[in-house]
């Protein structure tokens, strides 16, 4: 290594660091300590270094950098907070929103006629739902014609009238299904002027015993209020017998 | 964040530093102060990820680094210099000479290093950065480190005989 090459390889060595262990540089100086003038030239690159290494230390940051980027730093993180828990929130609403969802859904699903079984207390409710609600009557005001048209249209007309119901005006009939098997239904007028729209005060549903699992086995009527209504339910000769009207157990009495 | 590694500690050990490497290599108050709070974002997203506590210096300036390059990867194409390519005399600069200077000169010298270079030149005076660690930070072999603060320092040496010292 001569004098030139030992000057460009010392120009990246700095006084005090640990330049010395590179194994070029530890060469340059070993023959920096052999040659005066090298020496010479190496004690003025020292003293530029170190007055360049100051120079470039001098350069100051801005006052307020350090502040400013704390306060970024703190303002981005409560920002990400609140997000986070708007997040959550939503996360939350969502949830909350479904579950409402599920429990209108599900007792929704819960209440549809089937498969509801066939129990006197469904058959009871929907029938006497049926009576205060809508149903297709045909209008009649002879039981024997009520008689023929349940025939005609296969629904039970085999039904004995209780001697009660045969005083009261006939308004017409119906055909109800329950779950498989069908209802006749037959309308009558109390006496009183019905509201407009209305075809009957007093109804019998009559349906086979068979298609009520749980339908009672005695011609005694037993008395059942269901929906504001007062029923009155027996069995006859395989056939079971709902009347129902508005009233307490007294007022359906006179009927039977 | 590394454990134990207080987000304000961190930013008050080496905001400092970190701003002169950014102001050396932009020469601008305002984007040196961009690139250095960036850093510290990018820490405050990803400094949990180093396990090794004593890299974190050198985490900060990579970071800071690789940003600059970012913001001038359209702007500069790197020449490679190999090391022989240094020639002719090294330009006797009196130590004396560079005391008179103010900062702003030095930074006009500086400014006047092409980037490849002096982004090693900043990092070899400011922090007494080992040859090693310079070239983790530039993400460049050692011997490239070596030829980088070569070739710029004797560049930067050339500029600085050529300005007039201070009254």
Redesign the interface.
């Known amino acids: 290594m001569n004098r030139g090459e030992a000057?460009?390889i010392l120009?990246?060595y700095?006084p005090?660091?640990?330049?010395a262990d590179?194994p070029e540089i530890a060469e340059a100086l070993a023959l920096v300590r052999r040659d005066p003038e090298l020496s010479r030239w190496f004690d003025?690159h020292c003293?530029?270094?170190?007055?360049?290494?100051d120079?470039?230390?001098?350069?100051?940051?801005?006052a307020a950098?350090?502040e400013?980027?704390?306060s970024?730093?703190t303002a981005?993180?409560k920002a990400s907070q609140r997000e986070r828990v708007v997040g959550v929130t939503a996360v939350a609403a969502i949830l909350v929103a479904l579950a409402l969802v599920a429990f209108h859904w599900w007792p929704q699903k819960s209440e549809q006629p089937y498969p509801r079984p066939n129990t006197l207390a469904n058959y009871h409710r929907e029938m006497v739902t049926i009576a205060l609600n809508s149903y297709a009557m045909t209008a009649m005001t002879n039981l024997d014609q009520v008689h023929s048209w349940l025939a005609q249209n296969k629904a039970p007309s085999d039904y004995v009238l209780p001697a009660g119901l045969k005083k009261v005006a006939v308004t017409g009939c119906a055909v109800e299904p329950f779950r498989s098997a069908t209802a006749s239904l037959i309308c009558f007028r109390k006496g009183n002027t019905l509201p407009p729209g209305q075809a009957g005060d007093l109804w019998l549903f009559v349906i086979d015993q068979t298609a009520v699992q749980d339908a009672p086995a005695t011609a005694s009527p037993q008395f059942t209020p269901v929906n504001g209504l007062m029923t009155a339910t027996w069995t006859q000769n395989g056939k079971l017998y709902l009347l129902a009207t508005k009233g307490d157990e007294q007022a359906i009495q006179k009927f039977l | 964040m590394a454990r134990g590694l207080e987000f304000e500690n961190v930013v008050a050990h080496h905001y400092g530093p970190l701003y002169q490497f950014a102001f050396s290599l932009t020469r601008n108050e305002a984007e040196a102060c961009d690139l250095t709070q960036q850093t510290f974002y990018i820490w405050a997203a990803k400094g949990h990820q180093l396990r090794d506590v004593s890299k974190v210096k050198t985490w900060l300036f990579t970071t800071l680094h690789r940003e600059f390059l970012g913001s001038r990867r359209r702007q500069t194409r790197f020449p490679h210099v190999e090391l022989d390519d240094t020639t002719g005399d090294l330009p006797a600069v009196p130590p004396a000479s560079v005391n008179q200077l103010d900062s702003g000169h030095l930074l006009e010298a500086l400014g006047q290093l092409d980037e490849v270079y002096r982004a090693a030149v900043v990092l070899f005076y400011i922090e007494d950065y080992s040859y090693n660690e310079i070239a983790q930070v530039l993400d460049i072999p050692l011997g490239t480190v070596k030829s980088r603060l070569t070739r710029g320092l004797q560049r930067l040496h050339q500029l600085l005989t050529n300005v007039p010292p201070q009254p």
């Open positions: 000057k460009q120009i990246i700095r005090g660091t640990s330049d590179d003025e003293a530029l270094q170190t007055a360049l290494r120079k470039f230390r001098q350069i100051a940051p801005p950098l350090k400013q980027i704390i970024e730093h981005r993180t």
